[in-house]
């Protein structure tokens, strides 16, 4: 039998899905472009005002990305929605969420010049309702805040999970177990907010985990967007 595999017969895909577009992912996207992988920036374009700032649990300020420096950052990396102004979904009516969703499409589309088709829930308020919108609004995925722990391609594409949470205490383990793998298609996606990096004093953690994974010539770095539209592709699924 033959084994499917990523373009370039690649046999496993890695990716990090990073939300809030926050002043540390100039480090952040700094190493991943090091190590050449490719992230996810699920960002709030009502939020990217006068270095928009927010008091961590920590006691550390986070501020976010002005669009000034967020546009040639993120560039080679994947811009997706996270809503315009990371409400309380469950909270908001279908109209509202609706504005909220396709308001923040439309801006990063026009700010950074491309389409924008990836959708991640802030928070983890997610619903039957808020699904219904997020398809109507012309996204090809959600993710959503739960894991998989798991290296299986999802199916679900608007309930997608990314494997690990980044501050998790296995993340080192299952970086190992995702290369040692023989699973068909096998993903690894972790996900987190860069602050966390600085709160978690985990900068050192994760440059190693990128240096696991880029030492393996069968890993493809790959956005969420790019994962779901080449297993779309193999199950002959052809909507954009
Ligand atoms: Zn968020």
Known sequence: ???????????????????????QDIRFVTLLNQYNLKGTFNLNSGLMENEFEWIHESGKSIKRL???????LYQGHE???????????????????????????ANLEKLF???VKGFAVPFDYYSERIESCVRQSGFSYARISQESRSFM??????????TVFHTDSQL????RQFIETDLELAVFQIVGHSYDLDVEDMWDRIE????MIAAHDEILPMTTIEIV??????SGDNQP
């Open 113 to 115: 010049g491309r389409e």
């Open 172 to 175: 080192e383990e299952l970086t």
């Open 1 to 23: 039998m033959i084994k499917k595999t990523y373009p370039g017969g690649k046999t496993k895909a890695f990716n990090v899905t990073y939300d809030d577009g926050v002043l």
């Open 208 to 211: 190693n985990v990128f240096r």
């Open 79 to 105: 811009i997706a929605c996270h809503t315009l102004t990371h409400p309380y979904m469950n909270d908001l009516s279908e109209q509202e969420i609706l504005h909220e969703l396709q308001a923040d499409k």
């Open 229 to 234: 539209a080449y297993l779309r592709f193999l």
């Open 66 to 72: 002005s669009k000034e420096k967020a546009v040639p």
């Open 153 to 162: 391609p999802q199916t679900d594409f608007f309930n997608w999970k990314a």
